[in-house]
């Protein structure tokens, strides 16, 4: 499952195991911002030198979730 879709992958997720489970899962997730903000724009900051360090500190979760590096 992807943070991303969540929900979705949530509520596929449980209609597949709840046919034969034993225990029935919920098929809705309750889950809510605490901090209601509007996420700033970090990609206005980086440096050429901020985007390889990150790049390179994130590379196996890049490869592992296949997401694509960060670029300017």
Do not use: C, G
């Not at 046919?19 to 911002?33: D, I, M, W, Y």
């Not at 724009?41 to 990150?54: A, F, L, N, Q, S």
């Not at 890049?62 to 670029?71: G, K, Q, R, S, W």
């Amino acid at each position: 499952m992807r943070y991303e879709n969540l929900d979705e992958d949530w509520l596929n997720f449980t209609k597949e195991y709840n046919k034969n489970a034993q225990f029935k899962l919920k098929s809705t997730l309750k889950r809510h911002n605490a901090i209601d903000y509007d996420e700033p724009d970090w990609k206005k900051v980086y440096t050429p030198e901020m985007y390889r360090i990150i790049n390179e500190f994130y590379k196996k979760d890049f490869e592992l979730f296949n997401y694509e590096m960060i670029t300017k």
